[in-house]
Structures are given as structure tokens and as C-alpha cells.
């Protein structure tokens, strides 16, 4: 066990826990502030990455498809929340799940209609190449940008949360809704922003990691799943345990992947080994959820007093 | 109680109809309706009349769907042994996630559902012996003896639409006794109930045990169907499915499980086998995204008819 | 007129069984959409181009092609696969490109004595233990690349393998067949998950190992993403790769670009073959699609030339599954890679070649014949298949 592995194995955690950070952001926000379960959240991370994938071809550039789709998703949030999401703030949770749900199943088929079942965005040429972190490890650059994005994201985000006044608007609604409006905040145009910027965290997310993986109608149900278990590890409406439960996440599941199989593969054969590690990963991270919930249901770093 | 009569005797002269047409194809299919008619059921006696949100009931489907698919792999192929086991082991994992998850309450309540589902899903990905996530194909339906073969589409359909008017009735007659009263008092007003006396929990597990059996009997009866399973059958999207389903065809309705399945897989199956010329001609291939009229319809449901079919029905009938 | 109808009615059913039929109809199923859809679609391509080469015909009768998608999924498969059988009443089943989904599916034809003519996926328990008389491959058996990849890297003296394949059927015989012929040290074994998009974790692995070759199978989706991110990397200029060859073909070479050129990868068939058949496949393809075909099509294209070869030889009596069956088994069709035989459990028969990524005279990337890995070579499992 080298410690470049390691490393290594710790960068690539890292990167996937950022990535779902970005996605978590947005959505513990919206459970926070509206108490409102939002299904359709990973469709906004899909219809990122189509519209960055668009973006990119009719510009040439990566980097313009990327930036232009973070405010056209957010747009699209935004229009989303305005006309079919604000009618759910007042009904229960199960028709918030069901009117979400199918939410889903229309946006799929929208994007299936609009562009098709999949997409491509190419990593940009100048990316593709490794960089040589340290004798003997070289990493993706991509992956290293991935992480920097990531890092500046999360910084941008504490500040407009804890140093802007709109930032404190967001954490009195999350903290305390029915004060925040007693208290005169128009709580519906904040919402409708807050919405906005968490669509395009998602955009942002969808965009990066389309190079790596594939752009495709469905993506965004199982990271989906993923963002709901970290901001429940983290506490719902909190961006500080967004961020611990994002990498928490991340790290588990990497470690899984990448090491259960080898411990396994000492005691069974090489098919079950593999096999079994990522299970169990899986496994490990419902698990920590559940236990999180068991003992201490509002999360780690809960926003409301 | 006259109109459940009526409509049980179209459905007990359907597959007649359909074998005289030399159409098994449909006879099969119905079958299937009917095995989700069932779990659509039992997963309205938790949500609907339990008024529980549990986004995990697919996992109680799969456990029944895959103890019975590893009876009949392992050559024990009597479904009076693999059908109770099947039982045994949905009730059984319904009493394990339900004991835990009780505990919280309301999104928690759903998240946690949702995420032993999930796990179960995992687990069962990596049972290579049993297939993994290709899937374990069975050689032959479950064996039930009495003279019927289950292989015959027709003897099948009339085994599946017994345990549907069997579990029907059993609603019927659950929602009717005091147990069915508590249960719907807890889900009007918990903290009343609690207040009173009533120990909310254990009915609650109860009716979630009961559920997750029946559930349970419809995965095997899936599993025989197809003679085939596979993970997905566990999967979060199939839970959703699932409470598709019952919304569509009316929560706490006591045939809104079986309306919204029949309306579901009745819908998905014409708009992709029977293509409209004229919808055709401004939307080709509009068959393929079947799902968009699913999830339009789904939507205007929750929007605009939180009672389902089945809840416009009754209105209708000045109930 | 209704008499009439009658009348017509019961004598077309006495007559179905004895006389030749009026139309031949063909299920095609195959992943047409997803990561790893390029396969499928090309599969689809290369069938539908040589029934149109045929006039629209297979055997002599019109056909009829249903073409469904499994989208990636067993039991989507295998419900379009009951519909085709049951419903729809097909005369053959085929198309499927994974293993996974195939065996799903298969069942369904088989109960009901409908013949798959498999264009791609032909797991081992088809070829030995499980070999049934309604299977018939086009294309090769899983094993087969793999196996023709092993003596390939035993041939150039490499001490130590690692090795990639996905965690199914096909991934297991793949390494499976790789082992068999290669004699070096096989540095680690590593199963991925099917459909895995992301191998950070996994490329980190092979790094602490440094082997001397590298050998994967991640067909589709799978590949261009590994590959891709294998060269992001850094480790393509340390650890050399093979692949079988439908790991380096037109799917993947389109989207991962200049980085394939030199990769080594064995294959029965490559679209520099001089013989008849394949020129006119080829020439045909490029004209029809406007892209050149892949290994994926080539098959597509046999597994129809083969039905109607079928037809033909049962004289349009496709009601007649015995004569049908006997018709495929002689297996005498004009097969783009060559000369075309079948072993006893219905699995081809035939040589393979080593292929290495090159350009054409006119620039473009393809893989180019360098030599004969095996000359008539069969499979591992037939001794343990029943059928004669």
C-alpha cells in the first residue's frame, strides 16, 4: 500500500465529494428554507450538463459552455419554481414527492425529445493530460480543476451566506421560516433566488463532470439519491454540513471501491471481491445515514436552532 | 360491494374470452397487471389508509420476488414452500425496517425508507450466485399442485386473480375492524391518538408488517410470472412506481391500488403498441416517450385530483 | 363475405404448416441508446443495410424487421422479447449486443422454438453445458478475442497482465479466455462494474501495480471513458494496452481520437479483408451511413446474410424449425470475413488476426490486419455440449 495510492485515492474521494457538495448546496437549501422534498433536483444537474454540451459545440469553447449554462439552467429553475413548484410549498410531503417524481419523467422525456437520449461534451484538449503532483503520481489535470472549482465554490458560498445580507435573509428563512416572514422578508422572491443559484450549482456540477462520465437522460437519478443522503447526514439547511457530508460521501465511497475489494479479495475470488466492495460501499453510506438519523435525525450541523 | 362482484366476473371471464381468440399474449400480460394490482394494494394499506409515506415498499416486493426465485433455483419448486417463504421473508424484512425507521418521522421517515431500499437494492446486485444484476432466470413457474399447471397462462391468471380478491377482501375486512379504525385515527391525527392511549407504534409496525407480506406474496407471484428476476425490481424508481400507482388510482380507495395499476400498465402498453395516426403525424415517434404522458398525468393527478380515479369515481356516485 | 372469410381463414391455417410461408419476420432488439448505444446501432445498421442489398428480402421472402431497445436493461429485453415471440409471432429473434441482457431474453425464443441468430453475445454456457439447438452464432464465441489477445501478449514476452473486464458473464469469460493462452504473470484480476462510467479508483490501482501489459474488455461506453481517462492519466505512455477488438473499433476510436493510434488488438474480421463479400459490405456501408462500419456491423450484416441463407435452404418453409435449423447449421453464406463454418454447438469456426490502430491511404483511423493469431480455432466448451 503506496502512499501515492492513497493520495491519490483521497484526490479522486475529494473530487466526487465536491462534485455532490455542489449538488447538495442547492438542495438543502430548498428543504431548508421551504421544507419542500425536491425530486425533480437531479433533472436541473442533467439539464446542465445538455445545455453546457449545446452551449460548447455552437461556441467552440469548454469553458463558455460551462459559464453560459450555470445562468440558463438557473433561468430555467427559476421558471420551474415560479409556475409549477410554488403551488407544492402548501401540500404535504407526499404530493411534493409525487408532483416532483413526475416532475421527472417529464423533464426526461422533454430532454429525450429536445436533444435526444444522450449527448457529448469533450474535454477540452488543453485538460486531457496528466500533471505531475509529485514523482510517480500523475494526476488528470482535469480532475485537479474539478477540485479547484469545487474549493472556490464552496468558499464563494460561505461568504454570500455568512458576510451578505441576502446570505443572512437565507439562513433566518432556513432557521426559522415563520419568523423570517413575521419579520417582514419576502420570502417568495428569496426562494425563487435561492432556487436560482441552486440550479446552477447544479449546472455547474452537470457541466464538469460530463467530460468524465456520459451525458445522458437518466443521470440524474442516482446522484440524485446521493445529495438526499448527504444533506441528511449533514443536516438539512445547512451549507457547512453539506460540504462535511458531500466529502464524507465522497471518501467512503471511494475508499470502498478502491479498497474493500482488495481486503476482500484476500478471503474470496476475484469476482465476488470486486463485486462486493463497491456493494458494500453503497451499503456503508445508506448505513451511515441511517445511523445518523437514528441518533441524531436533524444531522451533524443542523440549521435550525 | 356489488360493483367489486361485478367487475370480478369480467375478470373471471377475460382469459375465456381471450384463449377463444387464440391471445395468450394478453392473458399473460393481465396476469401482470393483476401481480402489481396486488403490491399496488398492499402499499395502499401503508400510504393510503396507514397514511405512512414509504418510499422503500419495492424492497419488500424484491425480497418476496427473490426468495421465491432462490426456492425454485435451488430445485425447491412447490409453491407451498417458496410462496410462504416469500411471505416470510417480506414480512420479516418489513419488521427489521420497519422497527428502525418507526422511530422518525415525516421526510426523515421517507429518506430512511428509502435508503434501506436502496441498501437492499445494493445487496442484491452483489449476490453474484444468484445472478447479480443480470439477473437469475428461472427454469420453470412454481408448482402448485391441485391438478393446475402454472405454466398454462390461463390455470396462472385464475391463481393471481384469487390472491388479488383475497387480499381485497382482507383490506376490506381489515379497514372495517377496530384495527383499521386505530390505524386510520393515528394517520388523521397521531398526537391525538398517542394522547389517548393508543400505542401508535405497534400498529403502525403492524400494518407496515402486513403490507410488506403482501407485498411480499406479489413478488413471488411476479417472479413465477416472468420466471425471471433481477435487481431492478428493487430499485427506488420501481417504489415510486409503486405509489404511482395508488395515487392514480385513489389513496385509501379500497380498489385504488389495482384502478391505478390497470390504468398505468393499461396506458404504457396502448400508447406503445397502438400507434394514433394523427398524434403520430405531429409527433413522430412519440410511442417512445410514453413516459411524458405518464408523468403529465401523474402531475394533474397530485395537482388537481389528490383522490385519484377511484376518489372522482365515488364522488361521481354522490357518495 | 363472411362465409368467404371463413373459408379463407380455415384453409390458410390448414395450409400454414405445409407450404412456404408469405413473409419472413425478424425481431431485432439491441441497446440503441446510452453510453454504450454506438454497438447496437451499428449492429442495426449493418442487418438493415443487407436486407435492403437483398431487395428487401431474406431467403427469397419479404421480410419484415421489428426493431425494439433494450436500452441496456435485462428486463426490458426480455419484455419486448416476449412481446416479439408472443404477440407478434416472429420467425427469428435477434440483435442483442450484451450477454447480460441476451440471456435474459433468449429463454422466451427458445420455449417457444423461435431460433436466435446471435450478431454479437455468445456466452460460454451456450457453447458447452447449456448449448441449444435454437442458438446459432454469427459472430464469434465471447471467448474467442480474449483468447487470440493472451497468445498475442504470451507471443511478445510479457511478464506480467493486468487485467480490467466488467463484473458479468462476458467480463468473466474474457478474462477467463485471456488466462487460458497467456502464459505470464497475471499481475491482478479487477472486475468494474457494468456501466461504470468513472475508473479514477481503478487507474490508481494500476499505477502501484506497474505491469508490463495491460489487457482490458470494457466494451462500449465503458471503453472510451477508461480509455480516455487512462491516457488523462498519464499512464498510456508507461503501460502498453491491448484490447479485443471490439474495444478499438469505429465506436471508440470516433470519440477518443488520435490517442488510439498504435494500440494492438486481435479480431476476426477488419475492414481491410480482400474478399468479395467484405468489399462490397464495406463499400455499401460507407455509402449508405456515411462513416465506416465496425466490427459490430460486419456481424449484423452476417447474422442476416445467415438467416437467409436459412430461409433459402429450407425453401421458405420457415414453419419447418427442423429444416430451418439444418439449413443455418450448413451455415453456407458469403460471410464478409471469409470462409464460414460451424462447430457442433452451432458456434463459428474461423481464424484470428491481430490488428493494430493505423490510418488509411486516405487518413482515417482503422485497424489494420498485421498478422494470424489462431488458424481454426473453435472454442474451449464444446467437448461438454450434447448436441451433434
Redesign the interface.
Known sequence: M?W??IL??SL?GL??GLMLFLLAAGLTLV?GIMDM?NLAHGSLYMLGAFIASTLAQATGSFVAGVLLAIPATAILGMVLEIS?LR?LYARD???Q???T??????I???T??AWG??A?L??PQAL???V?LLPG???????LVIIAVGILVALLLFILVAKTRAGMLVRAGASNREMALAMGVDIKTLFTLVFGVGAGLCALAGAMLAP???V??GMG?NIL?LA??VI?IGG?GSIRGALVGAVLVGIVD?IG??FL??VFGIFFQ???A???G???A??TI??L??VV??FR?QGLFPARG | MKRSIAVFIVLLGFPLVMSAIDNLFYVSFASRVIIYAIAATSLNLV?GYGGM?S?GHAAFVGAGAYAASICIAEGVTSAWLGWPAAIGASALAAWLIGA?SL??R???F???T???A??AF??V??M?AYG?DEGLSLPQRAELGLGLDLGNEVAFYYVVLFFLALSLYGLHRVMRSRFGRVVIAIRENEARAEAIGLPVRRYQLACFVVAGAVAGLAGALLASHGKYVNPNVLH??QS?TL??MV?LGGVGQLWGGAIGAFVLLGLEHVISDYPLPWLAAVAPNYQ??A??G???V??AV??FA?HGVAGLLSRRRGA | MRRRICALTLSLALASGAQAADKVKVGFISTL???S?ALGVDIRDGFQLAVKMNGGKLGGLPAEVLVGDDQFKPDVGRQIAEKYVRLDKVDFLTGFVFSNIMLAAVPVAFEARIIYVSPNAAPSPLAGKQCNPYFFVASWPNDAYHEAAGQHATNKGYKSAYLIAP?YQAG?DSLAGFKRYYKGNVAA?????LGQ??Y??EL??L??ARPDALYIFLPG?MGI?FI??F?????SADIPLIVPGFGSDQDIIR?VGEAMLGLFDTAHWAIDFDNAANRRFVAAFEKEYKRLPSVFAAQGWDAAMLIDSGVRGAKGRIADVEALRKALKAGKFESVRGSFKFNRNQFPIQNYYLRVVGKDSQGRLVNKTIGTVFKDHGDAYVQDCPMK
Open positions: 503506496s501515492i495510492l491519490e485515492q479522486n473530487q466526487f428543504f422534498i409549477v403551488t410531503h407526499l404530493s414527492v409525487l408532483a417524481f413526475a416532475l421527472i419523467l417529464i426526461n422525456e422533454l429525450r425529445l437520449s444522450d457529448a469533450p474535454m486531457s493530460g496528466p505531475e503520481l500523475r494526476y488528470p489535470a482535469y480532475r468524465l462520465f456520459a445522458q437522460v437519478e439519491i438526499f443522503v441528511v438539512i471511494t471501491r478502491a475489494p482488495i476475484p469476482r465476488v470486486s463485486a462486493a463497491p456493494a458494500i453503497s451499503v445508506y448505513l445515514m441511517a438519523l437514528f435525525p | 400510504l409515506i418510499f428502525v422511530r422518525t415525516g421526510v426523515y421517507i429518506m430512511i428509502l435508503a434501506f436502496q441498501m445494493y445487496l446486485n452483489s453474484k447479480g427506488w424508481v415510486g405509489m404511482i395515487i417512445q416517450h413516459n411524458l405518464v408523468g403529465l401523474m402531475l397530485v395537482l389528490p | 441508446s446510452g453510453p448505444a463484473n468473466k484480476e479487477v472486475y468494474t462494474q462510467l468513472d479514477s479508483a490508481a490501482q499505477r502501484a461506453g471513458n480516455k481517462q491516457v488523462a492519466a498519464g499512464l470519440p
